[in-house]
C-alpha cells in the first residue's frame, strides 16, 4: 500500500518541481517577422546562444500579412516583439502607436540612417534597423539566350522591344518590394519622368505578381527571362543552382531595410529589451551579413556572394521620416 | 400534408420540446459567434473610415467610382459562370454514371474522382506550371494562349470544385424510386421523356443546390486566382490587395460586403425551391437498381475515365516536381525536398499539427453540423428559430476564408471581449474551420434528410418515442453514407484550407497547408509540391478508410437499399 500512498504526493512535488524549473528557465517572446523562413531557425540559434532563458515563438508572414495581422490585433497585441519587418512597415504601426520606444544598449554604434529619425531628435527610437533590401533583376541566362533577349544592365534597358513579353514584376499594389520599386524610380527620376517610365515598362510586363520574391523564382525556374525582384533572393536561388544573373541596374538601386521595434503593452519588457539589444549587437550584425549586403553597423559587412562590392554606393538615398 | 398534420398534434409542451429548444438554441448560439458576430464587425468596418469613425457609405462610393476594382466584379462572375457550367455539365454525367448505369469500376471512379478535395489549391496550381507554363510539357495545347488568367482560373478551380459537386449530385442521384421507373417502362414512355419527367425533377433540388455551391465557391475562390491569375483580378484577390496590399481594412470590407451577395441570392432561390421540394424516398419507396445495357455503360465508362485521366494527370505531376532537384534544369531524381530546408524548424511538426486540426474538426463538426441540419428539417415548430438556423447555416460559403479570418480578428481579439482567450489557440482554428465549410456538409445533410419521408418521425412521435431516439436509431444509421462523407469532407478541408486559417495561427499552431505557401512564396517550388503532396497522401489514407469503414457499414446498417 506504501506506493500508492506515495505516488500523489511524488508527482505532485515532480510538477511542481517541473513548473518551478520551466519558470526559471525560460521566458516565451512571441516574435513577428517576415524574415525568409529559411533564416528563422538560424536567427533563433544565434540569439539562443547569448540568451538560452529566453525562448522565441516565431510568427511569420510576408510583409503585407504580418503588417495587417498586426494592425489588425491593434486593440489586444499578440506580439511581444518585431523583429525583421520593412521600416516603412514599421512607420504605419508607428502612427498608430503600436510600438513602445526604446534605444538598445549601443545604438549609438548603428549607421544614424538605419535608426528612427527620432532618435536624432533626442527621443528614443520606436525602431531600428537590421539591413538594407535592395532591389535587383533575375534574368535567365539560358531563356535569355533562347529567345533572343539580351541581358539588361539598367532600368531603361527593360523597355526595350526585344523585352516584351519576357518581364515580370511584383504589383505595388500588394507587394513592398513592388512599392519599393515605384518609389524609387520617382525618387531617381522625377515624378513626370517616372510616370512615363512607367507607362513605358507596362508595354513590356508580361504579368505582375502578388510577392516580391515570385518574379525572381519565376526567372530561375525559365517561366519568364526577366524578374523585378530583391538581391537576397537573387543570390539565393543562384546558389540553389538557378541559372540566373542578378542584375543591378546602373540609373540606381530602391531599397526598403528590415528592423526591429518592441510591441507596446508586452508584459515582457525585459525579455523583449534583451532580444532588441542582442538584435543590434556586431553579433547579430554579423548573422544578418550572411544574407544581405549592407546591414547597420558599420564596418561589419563582407562581400557575400552574388552580391557587387560597391553596392552601399548604389542604393538611393532614401528617408525614412 | 397528412404527416404534418399528424405530427403536429403529437406535439407535447415537454421535457423534449424543452430538450428539442435547448439544442437549437445551443445551434443558433455556435454560428451567430462563430459566423454572425464576427461578419457583423467586418460590416461595421465597412461603413468606418481608417481612425473609426462612422461614415456611412462614403466607402462604397469610392469604391464604385475606382474601375480598377469595379472590373473585378464582371471578371469574377465571367470566371465563375465558366466554372459552374463545366464542373456542374461532367459532374451530373459522372454523378449519373456512378448512380444509374451499369458502367464498369464505378468504385474505382469514386475514389478517383474525389481526389482533388484531398489536395491543396496549390497542388493544381504548380501543375498547371509544369504542364501549360513557358516550359511546360503541353504548352502547345493552349495554342499561344497564356495558362497565367481565365484559363488558367477556370481549369485550375473546375479541378478542385469538381468532386464538391459530385458529392452533392451524387447523393441527390443516390435515392429514387423504383417504382416510377417501372411505370414509366410498362406505359412505354421513352427514356428520355423518363429522364425529363422523372429523372431530373427528382433532383432538381440537388442540382439547383449544385449549382449555387459550384457558383459560390469559384467566385469566393482565393487560392487558384492568386497563384495562375497572373494580374487577371477578381474580388477575391482585390480583398488580399486590399487588406494585405494597402492595410485597407475598411475597402477589404467593401469588396467583402458585395462578395456576399451571391450568398443572399443562394438562399432566396434555396427558400424557393425547398417550398416545392416533395420527399421524393417515402417509407414505401422501392430503391431502384440499374440494369445493364453495354453501350450506354461503355460511354458513360469512357466519359468518366477520360475525366479521372486529367485528375490523374495532374497530380502525377505534382508528385513530379516534389522529386526533381532543380526543374526544368536539372532533372534527377532526389527525397531532398520531403525534409523541408526551407522551413524555420522543418515541416513535419505543421504537419502534426494540421493532423490535430483535421481530427478535431471532423470529430466535432459532423456531429454538430448533422444534428443541427437534422433538428431544422425534421421538427416542428420554433420556426424562426430553425429558419435563422438553416439561413446562417447557407451563409459561411460565401464568406472567403480570408474575409472570415480577419472578422475573427477583429471579433475575437477586442479588447473585452469575454472570448478572448480563444485567440490564438487551437480551438479558434477549428471553430473558423468547422464554420468555415458547414455549408456543403449542411446542404449534404439536408439532401440526405429530405429523402427521407418525414412519418419517420411521425411514427416516432406518436409511439411516443422521444426524438432523440428516433435521431439515433433511425435517421442516423439510414443516413450514415452521407454522415461519413460529411466527416471525410471536413477532415480533408482542415488539411488543406489556407486562407481562412493564415491570419489565426501562431507559433504553436503553424499548418502544413500555410507551410505550402511560405515554401512557394520563398521560390522552394520543389518543396512546396512536396509539402502538397505530403498533406494529399495524409488524405488519402483516411479517404481510403473511409471508404472501407463505408463498405462495412454498406453490407450491415444500410441492407435496406439493397432490399427488393
Known amino acids: 500500500m506504501m506506493p500508492r500512498r506515495l505516488l500523489p504526493s511524488t508527482l505532485l512535488a515532480a ?5 518551478l524549473a520551466s519558470n526559471a528557465q525560460a521566458t516565451e517572446l512571441t516574435v513577428y517577422t517576415a524574415v525568409e523562413s529559411d533564416d528563422l531557425q538560424k536567427y533563433a540559434e544565434r540569439f539562443n546562444a547569448a540568451h538560452p532563458d529566453i525562448e522565441i515563438n516565431w510568427v511569420r508572414d510576408s510583409t503585407g500579412v504580418i503588417t495587417a495581422r498586426l494592425l489588425a490585433e491593434k486593440d489586444n497585441p499578440q506580439a511581444d516583439v518585431i523583429w525583421g519587418l520593412a521600416a516603412t512597415s514599421l512607420r504605419v504601426l508607428e502612427e498608430e502607436g503600436m510600438l513602445e520606444r526604446y534605444a538598445p544598449v549601443g545604438v549609438e554604434n548603428l549607421d544614424p540612417k538605419f535608426v528612427d529619425a527620432a532618435y536624432r531628435d533626442g527621443e528614443d527610437p520606436a525602431w531600428v534597423g537590421m539591413d538594407a533590401w535592395v532591389a535587383a533583376i533575375c534574368y535567365n541566362t539560358i531563356e535569355g539566350e533562347r529567345q533572343g533577349v539580351p541581358m539588361p544592365s539598367s532600368w531603361e534597358d527593360l523597355t526595350q522591344p526585344e523585352f516584351e513579353g519576357h518581364v515580370i514584376m511584383p504589383n505595388p499594389n500588394s507587394s513592398g518590394t513592388g512599392y519599393l520599386d515605384v518609389a524609387s524610380w520617382l525618387q531617381l527620376w522625377d515624378e513626370e519622368q517616372g510616370w512615363d517610365y512607367m507607362d513605358r515598362l507596362h508595354n513590356n510586363i508580361a504579368r505582375y505578381t502578388h510577392s516580391g520574391s515570385a518574379p525572381c523564382s519565376l526567372a530561375a525556374t525559365g517561366e519568364t527571362v526577366v524578374g523585378v525582384s530583391f538581391a537576397f533572393r537573387g543570390a539565393r536561388l543562384k546558389s540553389q543552382g538557378a541559372p540566373i544573373e542578378v542584375v543591378f541596374p546602373e540609373e540606381g538601386l530602391g531599397w526598403d531595410m528590415e528592423a526591429s521595434a518592441m510591441v507596446a503593452g508586452t508584459d515582457k ?26 546591414v547597420a553597423y558599420p564596418g561589419v559587412a563582407q562581400p557575400i556572394e552574388n552580391y557587387p562590392t560597391d553596392i552601399t554606393e548604389r542604393m538611393i538615398d532614401a528617408d525614412f521620416k | 400534408m397528412i404527416a404534418n398534420a399528424f405530427s403536429t398534434s403529437a406535439t407535447k409542451p415537454s421535457l423534449e420540446s424543452l430538450i428539442r429548444l435547448l439544442a437549437l438554441l445551443a445551434g443558433v448560439a455556435l454560428l451567430v459567434v462563430g459566423l454572425l458576430f464576427p461578419l457583423v464587425a467586418m460590416l461595421v468596418k465597412s461603413l468606418q473610415d481608417r481612425a473609426g469613425d462612422f461614415i456611412g457609405l462614403a466607402n462604397f462610393a469610392q469604391y464604385f467610382q475606382t474601375p480598377a476594382l469595379v472590373n473585378s466584379i464582371a471578371n469574377s462572375l465571367r470566371v465563375a459562370l465558366m466554372t459552374t457550367v463545366a464542373v456542374v455539365g461532367l459532374a451530373f454525367v459522372c454523378a449519373y454514371g456512378i448512380t444509374r448505369t451499369c458502367m464498369p469500376g464505378k468504385r474505382l471512379f469514386r475514389m478517383l474522382a474525389i481526389l482533388p478535395i484531398l489536395a491543396p489549391s496549390l497542388l493544381p496550381a504548380i501543375s498547371l506550371v509544369y504542364l501549360f507554363g513557358n516550359q511546360g510539357f503541353l504548352r502547345d495545347v493552349l495554342a499561344g494562349h497564356s495558362i497565367y488568367g481565365p484559363i488558367g482560373i477556370v481549369i485550375g478551380m473546375s479541378f478542385w470544385i469538381f468532386p464538391h459537386a459530385l458529392m452533392l449530385l451524387t447523393t441527390a442521384l443516390t435515392n429514387s424510386d423504383a417504382r416510377l421507373y417501372e411505370a414509366a417502362e410498362a406505359l412505354g414512355i421513352p427514356k428520355w421523356r423518363t429522364f425529363l419527367t422523372i429523372t431530373l425533377p427528382g433532383v432538381r433540388y440537388g442540382l439547383i443546390s449544385c449549382l449555387f455551391v459550384v457558383f459560390t465557391l469559384a467566385i469566393t475562390d482565393f487560392g487558384v486566382p492568386k497563384i495562375i491569375g497572373g494580374q487577371f483580378s477578381v474580388l477575391a484577390t482585390d480583398v488580399y490587395r486590399q487588406v494585405v496590399g494597402q492595410q485597407n481594412f475598411q475597402m477589404g470590407a467593401v469588396v467583402s460586403v458585395i462578395l456576399l451577395l451571391p450568398a443572399v441570392l ?6 424557393w425551391i425547398q417550398r416545392r421540394q416533395v420527399a421524393q424516398l417515402s417509407a414505401r419507396a422501392v430503391p431502384w437498381q440499374p440494369t445493364a445495357n453495354p453501350l450506354r455503360d461503355w460511354i ?9 485521366g486529367v485528375i490523374l494527370l495532374v497530380i502525377g505531376t505534382a508528385v513530379y516536381a516534389s522529386l526533381i532537384q532543380f526543374w526544368p534544369y536539372n532533372l534527377s531524381f532526389t527525397l531532398e525536398h520531403y525534409t523541408f530546408q526551407g522551413m524555420a524548424d522543418g515541416g513535419w511538426g505543421a504537419w502534426f499539427n494540421s493532423l490535430k486540426l483535421a481530427f478535431s474538426v471532423a470529430l466535432v463538426g459532423t456531429l454538430v453540423i448533422f444534428f443541427n441540419a437534422w433538428l431544422i428539417e425534421k421538427s416542428e415548430g420554433y420556426r424562426p428559430l430553425r429558419q435563422g438556423l438553416h439561413f446562417m447555416a447557407m451563409l459561411p460559403m460565401a464568406v472567403p476564408g480570408m474575409v472570415l479570418g480577419l472578422a475573427y480578428i477583429f471579433f475575437f481579439n477586442q479588447a473585452g471581449n469575454p472570448l478572448n482567450w480563444l485567440y490564438g489557440t487551437m480551438a479558434i482554428l477549428v471553430l473558423n474551420t468547422l464554420v468555415h465549410f458547414y455549408t456543403v456538409c449542411h446542404l449534404t445533410s439536408v439532401t440526405a434528410l429530405k429523402q427521407l419521408d418525414p412519418e419517420f418521425e411521425a411514427v416516432g412521435a406518436s409511439l411516443k418515442v422521444p426524438f432523440w431516439i428516433t435521431f439515433s436509431r433511425v435517421t442516423l444509421p439510414v443516413s450514415l453514407p452521407a454522415v461519413l462523407d460529411i466527416s471525410v469532407y471536413l477532415f480533408v478541408n482542415a488539411m488543406t484550407t489556407v486562407s481562412a486559417v493564415v491570419f489565426l495561427y501562431n507559433s504553436d499552431t503553424r499548418l502544413a497547408s500555410v507551410a505550402v505557401l511560405h515554401l512557394d512564396e520563398a521560390g522552394y517550388f520543389a518543396s512546396a509540391a512536396a509539402m502538397a503532396v505530403l498533406i494529399f497522401l495524409t488524405s488519402l489514407v483516411v479517404k481510403l478508410l473511409h471508404a472501407v469503414l463505408t463498405h462495412v457499414l454498406l453490407n450491415n446498417a444500410q441492407r435496406w437499399r439493397l432490399a427488393g
Open chain 2, 266 to 271: 443562394s438562399f432566396i432561390v434555396d427558400r
Open chain 1, 269 to 294: 519588457q525585459e525579455a523583449a529589451q534583451t532580444l532588441l539589444d542582442w538584435s543590434i549587437s556586431r553579433e547579430a550584425n554579423e548573422l544578418y551579413n550572411e544574407g544581405y549586403a549592407v
Open chain 2, 300 to 308: 458513360f465508362a469512357l466519359l468518366c475515365y477520360t475525366v479521372a
Open chain 1, 15 to 19: 510538477v511542481a518541481a517541473v513548473a
